[in-house]
């Protein structure tokens, strides 16, 4: 396989290791309330997709990036390639953007705080996705 | 006409071999001449050889069927000795003076194989009759019925010996591949070409041109062949063309990755460059492997001399060889009529065209008498075709039968990825469907496309496609002057009600019954029918058989041929030595080797070097004298820890941190605090995976306000540098901290005894102060050290003593050893290798890889508490899950024999005095043990159920692989100095 | 129709005409007692058990395809018990204690050639943790032999012990590990669950599950909704897709792992022989075949098929141990796809859906654990509590923290 590396054009796929899903970027907050299903959510269970998968590769022969590959698991066509600290940076900002409106939001409504729970981990993973 | 030609019984005039270059060659022993230019088949067929070979189930006498890679049946083994390369192909073999060939798959001669009788218990042996008998007494197969079908079962041998021959790998990249240099192949290549795209033009054949020099046809008024030859020679010339003979395309990876193999001497290399294992990358691939001829079934049609129409016109076109003196011809196809055209040119005599196809007007050769709507039943002669029986009874005399079942398209890369083929009713063949590898284009014979004049204008249009897919200016190219032959083809697999021994896996012995079989018995996917069968399953991988065989499931099952479907083409298109693959990489070149910067003196010194990774290690040194390892061992410990020793310690994982945020960072990877580790001070870091196991080990000096270097285990220090990388990137981007792996630019020595700041003061440049004041336990700081050299210095230690790790940029770590151990003379300084470094250890119950395998907790190391509960650090949550917290968990614990003069084994299990030794009272193990010359005993380490708390107790460790069962007393795995005094002398 | 040579000399006297199917084609009816979703090793040796030895009646195996065509379709055949971890070995063993008798009890012929494994070991540090592993089998009361270079010679005089980049001291022994022929396990566990009036039902695609206030209820198919009391899947490499219908996640990724076949030879390598310092392992067929494989590709995978760098590595950790098989060639390749888990070891399990329940997370090793998978998931289904040799292999053990993790990788499948 060919990785189109941001920085270093197409690159031979055996330069890499691989990790396995993007998603483990998003790590949850280790304070929460929900941190040990949320950890565990995190480091153990996949959605594993036939079909477009977003996965951290690292250039361990080059340049030591971690990317964000996303890549068809049927055909193995390589749809897009980032670089993955661009990836996480983003999904931070949205994160604290999130937080900070939540905040906001929950000073208002100081009744329904149950909802907002539910979100962090899997949200964000969908928006890493459009990313 | 030479006297080489004379002894060649078959050979006629014409083709493309050289008649001044006789090659004398061996086959079974008995000695034959041919021509360079032949194949080992064409100059066997020149000699008369017709019998080659035995079938594999029911070892019939069979004989050349193909000119090509596909032949099922003229399997030999070439060469002798080490150089022995069995399952060749007699066919694709290029003659050379000298060449030694042995038939295979015989017991006994091979006109006379004992193995025969197989053949007449054919009935018995059928379809997947092994999975319903050998089952009875059941202790039968494995010691009777299994060794007896292993030894009958096999084709060629291996030598047994090490491949002598060399193999290479190599890369290759241009903007076409084209695969197959037939008429369509050479087009694309040529409108590629003078486009000035940089081309590939690869074929599995020693000689190019594909199926040009095989027929006699007409090109821009020249013989076909004559027409390839300059044709090529007009690539050649041009320096973007690449043309690789002998080389296979075998298989399409993703991405426009192809595999292919260069076989520069296949059978003759003598210890040089065999083959070459070549990867080439290319934008765009033309596809131009052209089609594979198939047989029809009928029954004994099996028996040498029965060959397919296209080889025999390929033998006697190309090689000038007459396969047959007598040859009659069964096609269902106007194939078989152009065969009869070639060989009455050549002088062949043709005993009859049997056509099974009745309504068509064709014009035989004069004199040749053709048979409408015939069919054969039946053949004679065992050894040898003799004549063929027809349905009206007739007999045709006939030492050689032309078979044409018609053309199956060579599709095979193109469904190496998604692809699956379709059926073409027009040419009764499958031919390319959709989801074709990235830029792939298929044209001529392997698109379907099977007469001339087409296949060299689709190649010229596939050529031209892709200079404009790529955005080049296609340049003019003339259309050469040639003729559609005319081509006409009416399905006809197999001749009804002439089953018996109807083969249409010759290689495999499948024949019509089985498939009928199969189908009764339930075996009804084309895939159930292939696994039960093996038909397609053998070397030819189905390119003989495979569409036959579906063609008469679809028959029987009343469904058509596209209902049908096919199996999966996979790769290699045709067979890869497993050398090829390796390359290079074998023997002593399997991996690298990383030397440390003291080897050179270490090797000089007469060390015993062992590999740890990648790394070679010096394992101890033996002295004069010392004739056993633990002489030695035991020399190296009691001299460090009377005076001072040093190890190379360069290969534990070195990793440079700067930045702003470097201190945040390492409390976020390392479990315990280092948000406070002062400038100056070295700490102890112990670094859990996320799901809370302990990952690595080391320590992490802070060299200044921004500036740390970690060291990890040898062992882990790539997989630590890339889950750092990680961390940093992926986890904390918005942390200003940058890393890079050090551990190739510094040397790095363990100082270690009574003696060492003794040892190492003698080295230090003016002005600098390690007293224990001055740079106390875990001090580092950089120092100058003999005359100017920059250092770094590290108070740690692994072996318990006052001890100081020094590393120097690489480039001074041979000066650096000679210094030391120069310096160290006058203290008896002992160089210590891992043997000694592992005793130190154990003694001072430090945990290494053995205690710390990736399955082992922070508490279970008795490190629990170094866990800490206050920050955010990898592995934090998930290390306090129920199960990693358990109160009867196992502990680290050391231990001593009862009896000391009992040695321990590491491996040994830990089983209660007195209760059974089964996997219920089985409480633990001992990872790690050594000989303590202090204590005179062996010790150990090992985890043990609730550990901490039975320090005193004895147990048993049970050793059930070699047969040790002895008492054991645990204790404090802190064996020597358990206070530490030492450490802070 | 009972086989034997007796069936052989009578149907070759009379032609070989009067063979039967060797299963049924059956129609789905609308309703069963047990549904098993995937007609591969593991589900068919599942219903086989159930109708021979738990007496359950009314039983479907769905299949989206044809029968045995997943992994036990593409393997490398080997069979062994030679774990390490409490969880693993005595359900390895009872596999292998089930291939001792499988010919017997299905009345087919596996060819089960307990011909045994050696794992070479090439540091001191490698052999202790294989003594430590050989005692963990020979408690467990499986058989387990350390053999040292000598020892080893005698048995594999080919392995390049002067040269090797990874010296050769010697290796463990599984003498009654070996290899079985992988269709035919597939089909002999069909013909008897078939015989026993197990439905099999190929070309059968589930695309969806019944499920109503947490309870499973049925599926539906191509062939129409089919009800049932219990619902068993075990569709290996599909197992994440399969049950994101029923709207779980799980702790598995899908990989693909390749392996290789030579072209026949005469016997020259005795029983299974794997590389400890690189991936590697080869067994040689009862047609002659080289069979080999080593490492999965590492990337997340669907398609059945990989990619180069992997020929390059196995054949190289080929080349490494045994150059006398650099002449052999590679005939044919082939991938699968591996319902990779987070710890390496598999899950037999409830699912937090009533009346659904999972066998998956076999990564590369679901061959030699087909009879044991079948039976612990065939106890499950008709008991429903784990079998006592499958009392580990729970799908809770990641969030408790009881991983079964044999090779210490972590949660990491593509290192398992």
């Known amino acids: 396989m060919i990785i189109n590396h941001p920085h270093l054009g197409p690159r031979d796929a055996s330069e890499f290791t691989i990790l396995g899903d993007a998603s483990l970027i998003n790590r949850p907050d280790w304070q929460a309330g929900d941190a040990d299903d949320a950890f565990y959510n995190y480091q153990y269970l996949r959605d594993n997709p036939a079909g477009l998968h977003r996965e951290l590769w690292f250039h361990e022969q080059g340049d030591r990036s971690w990317l964000v590959v996303t890549r068809d698991t049927v055909t193995h066509a390589v749809i897009a390639v980032a670089l993955a600290s661009d990836v996480a940076k983003a999904v931070k900002a949205k994160t604290a953007q999130k937080t900070a409106t939540k905040k906001v939001a929950a000073k208002k409504t100081a009744t329904k705080r149950t909802a907002a729970k539910k979100t962090p981990a899997k949200k964000t993973a969908t928006k890493g996705n459009a990313t | 006409m030479s006297t080489a030609s004379l002894s060649q019984k078959n050979r006629i005039t014409g083709g493309l071999v050289d008649r001044d270059q006789p090659l004398g060659f061996r086959f079974d022993g008995q000695h034959y001449t041919g021509f360079a230019g032949d194949t080992l088949a064409s100059a066997l067929l020149a000699n008369n050889v017709r019998l080659v070979g035995r079938s594999f189930k029911y070892h019939r006498p069979r004989g050349i069927l193909t000119a090509g890679s596909e032949e099922p049946n003229a399997l030999v083994t070439i060469g002798n000795g080490a150089h022995q390369d069995p399952n060749s192909r007699a066919t694709t073999a290029q003659l050379f003076d000298g060449m030694s060939a042995k038939s295979q798959t015989k017991m006994g001669l091979l006109s006379f194989d004992l193995m025969a009788v197989n053949d007449f218990l054919s009935p018995l042996l059928g379809a997947g009759f092994y999975y319903k008998t050998f089952m009875w007494p059941a202790a039968f197969w494995e010691k009777i019925y299994e060794p007896i079908i292993r030894k009958a079962a096999g084709l060629g041998s291996l030598s047994g010996l090490a491949d002598p021959d060399q193999y290479d790998k190599g890369y290759l990249h241009c903007d076409l591949l084209v695969i197959g240099s037939g008429p369509s192949g050479l087009m694309a290549a040529l409108a590629a070409a003078k486009s000035g795209l940089q081309i590939i033009l690869a074929d599995e054949d020693f000689c190019l041109g594909g199926r040009l020099n095989a027929e006699r046809q007409e090109i821009d008024g020249m013989e076909s062949a004559t027409f390839a030859e300059s044709f090529l020679a007009q690539l050649a010339a041009m320096d973007n063309v690449r043309i690789m003979s002998k080389t296979t395309i075998f298989g399409a990876f993703d991405h426009g990755c192809y595999g292919a193999l260069e076989r520069v001497n296949e059978h003759n290399a003598n210890g040089s460059i065999r083959q070459i294992f070549w990867h080439i990358r290319s934008q765009r691939c033309v596809l131009a492997a052209g089609a594979t001829e198939r047989p029809i079934a009928f029954s004994n049609n099996d028996r040498p001399g029965v060959m397919l129409a296209g080889a025999v016109r390929t033998y006697v076109n190309r090689f000038g060889v007459a396969p047959g003196k007598r040859v009659a011809i069964f096609t269902n196809n106007d194939d078989g009529w152009a065969t009869a055209q070639d060989l009455h040119a050549a002088g062949v005599e043709v005993t009859a065209i049997i056509d099974s196809r009745t309504d068509i007007a064709k014009t035989p050769p004069t004199g040749v008498p053709t048979v409408l709507g015939g069919q054969i039943v039946n053949t004679t002669g065992r050894l040898g075709l003799r004549s063929v029986t027809l349905n009206n009874g007739i007999h045709i005399p006939a030492d050689c039968l032309a078979v044409s079942g018609g053309w199956s398209p060579t599709v095979h890369l193109t469904c190496h990825q998604r692809g699956r083929p379709v059926w073409n009713v027009a040419i009764a063949g499958f031919v390319p469907g959709g989801n074709l590898p990235d830029g792939m284009i298929v044209t001529g014979a392997a698109n379907g496309v099977m007469t001339l004049a087409s296949c060299l204008k689709s190649g010229l249009k596939a050529g031209q496609q892709v200079v404009q897919d790529l955005g080049f200016k296609p340049a003019a190219i003339k259309q050469p002057r040639a003729v559609d032959e005319s081509f006409a083809i009416q399905p006809f697999w197999h001749v009804k009600g002439s089953d018996k021994k109807a083969f249409v896996d ?64 996979r790769p290699p298109y045709t067979p890869v030595p497993i050398a090829a693959f390796a390359g290079r990489s074998r023997g002593k070149d399997f991996r690298p080797t990383r030397l440390t910067p003291s080897h050179k003196w270490a090797n000089a010194e007469g060390a015993v070097f062992v590999e740890t990774g990648a790394w070679l290690r010096a394992q101890w040194y033996p002295k004069t004298g010392e004739t056993e390892w633990r002489q030695s061992v035991d020399r190296e410990v009691l001299a460090t820890r009377a005076s001072v020793g040093i190890c190379d310690v360069t290969t534990l994982g070195k990793i440079d941190i700067q930045g702003r945020d470097a201190a945040a960072f390492l409390n976020h990877v390392y479990a315990n605090g280092f948000a406070k580790l002062p400038i100056g001070k070295t700490r102890y870091g112990l670094m859990l995976r996320e799901d809370g196991m302990v990952m690595d080990d080391g320590t992490t000096a802070r060299l200044g306000e921004t500036h740390y270097v970690m060291t990890t285990t040898t062992a882990n220090a790539v997989g630590v540098f890339r889950h750092l990388e990680f961390c940093r990137q992926c986890l904390w981007p918005e942390l200003d901290v940058q890393l890079i792996s050090i551990t190739e630019q510094y040397a790095q020595y363990a100082v270690a005894g009574p003696n060492a700041r003794r040892l190492l003061e003698k080295l230090l440049d003016p002005g600098e102060d390690i007293s224990n004041e001055a740079f106390p336990f875990m001090a580092c700081r950089e120092i100058s050290i003999c005359g100017g050299v920059k250092a770094r210095l590290f108070r740690i230690s692994f072996s318990g003593e006052l001890a100081f790790e020094i590393a120097v940029p690489s480039r001074y770590g041979d000066a650096m050893i000679r210094a030391l151990m120069t310096a160290g003379e006058e203290f008896g300084v002992a160089p210590y290798g891992t043997e000694a470094l592992g005793v130190m250890r154990i003694e001072k119950g430090h945990v290494a890889g053995n205690e710390l395998n990736g399955q082992t907790t922070a508490r279970q190391m008795g490190l629990g508490r170094m866990v800490s509960q206050s920050k955010d650090s990898i592995g934090l949550v998930l290390s306090r899950r129920p199960e990693l917290v358990r109160d009867d968990d196992y502990e680290l614990i050391g231990l001593k024999p009862v009896n000391s003069d009992q040695p321990l084994i590491a491996g040994s299990h830990f089983i209660g005095i007195g209760a059974g030794t089964v996997a219920e009272n089985d409480e633990g193990w001992v990872t790690s043990i050594a000989y303590s010359p202090h204590l005179k005993s062996a010790i150990g380490l090992g985890y043990i159920r609730r550990g901490n708390s039975r320090h005193g107790d004895i147990v048993r460790a049970v050793n059930l692989l070699g047969g040790q069962d002895i008492k054991v007393e645990l204790c404090s795995p802190h064996f020597i100095d358990p206070e530490g005094t030492r450490l802070h002398g | 129709m009972r086989y034997s040579i007796w069936t052989l000399i009578n149907q070759a006297l009379t032609g070989n005409r009067n063979w039967t199917p060797v299963w049924r084609e059956p129609e789905p009816k609308i309703h069963y007692d047990i549904v098993i979703v995937g007609g591969g090793g593991h589900g068919l040796a599942t219903a086989f058990y159930l109708a021979s030895r738990y007496g359950m009646k009314n039983i479907a195996v769905l299949e989206k395809g044809w029968i045995g065509s997943g992994n036990i379709g593409r393997n490398t055949t080997i069979v062994r018990s030679n774990y390490l971890l409490d969880g693993n070995e005595p359900f390895y063993e009872q596999s292998l204690q089930l291939w001792e008798g499988l010919e017997q009890d299905i009345n087919y012929n596996a060819m089960m050639s307990q011909r045994g494994i050696i794992n070479l070991y090439h540091s001191d540090a490698q052999r202790d943790s294989y003594v430590r592993r050989g005692n963990a089998m020979r408690l467990h009361g499986a058989d387990a032999e350390l053999l040292n270079q000598d020892q080893l010679r005698s048995l594999c005089p080919f392995l390049d012990y002067e040269n090797a980049r990874f010296p050769i001291m010697g290796g463990l022994l599984q003498k009654r590990a070996g290899t079985a022929r992988h269709d035919a396990v597939a089909w002999g566990y069909a013909r008897a669950a078939d015989q026993r009036g197990v439905d099999i039902i190929q070309n059968c695609d589930v695309t969806d599950f019944l499920i109503k206030d947490g309870v499973c209820t049925g599926v539906e198919t191509s062939k129409g909704t089919i009800r049932a009391g219990k619902i068993g899947v075990a569709v290996a490499g599909s197992t994440s897709r399969v049950m994101a219908k029923a709207g779980l996640r799980l702790p598995i990724e899908s990989h693909v792992l390749q392996a290789f076949v030579t072209e026949g030879l005469k016997p020259v390598i005795p029983g299974v022989i794997t590389f400890g310092a690189g991936h590697f392992y080869i067994s040689q067929s009862d047609k002659g075949g080289l069979v080999f494989g080593g490492d999965i590709d590492g990337y997340n995978s669907y398609a059945q098929r990989g990619n180069l760098p992997v020929f390059e590595d196995v054949c190289e950790g080929g080349m490494a141990i045994m150059p006398m098989i650099g002449r052999a060639r590679m005939l044919r390749n082939w991938g699968g796809i591996m319902d990779m888990s987070m710890d390496g070891s598999p899950i037999i399990d409830k699912t937090p859906i009533d009346h659904l329940y999972l066998n998956a997370g076999w990564c590369y090793g679901g061959f030699k654990a087909t009879p044991a998978s079948g039976l612990c998931f065939a106890h499950l289904l008709a008991r429903d509590e784990p079998h006592k040799v499958a009392t580990k292999l729970r799908l809770d053990r990641f969030r408790r923290g009881a991983m079964l993790d044999e090779r210490g990788a972590g949660a990491q499948p593509n290192l398992h």
């Open chain 2, 506 to 569: 010759f290689q495999n012995d499948v024949g019509v019954k089985d498939i009928k079989q199969s189908h009764r018995e339930g075996f009804r996917s084309v895939e159930h029918l292939k696994r039960y069968t093996t038909l397609g399953m053998a070397t030819d991988q189905g390119k003989i058989a495979n569409v036959a065989g579906l063609a008469i499931l679809a028959d029987i099952s009343g469904k058509t041929i596209a209902e049908t479907g096919t199996t999966i083409f």
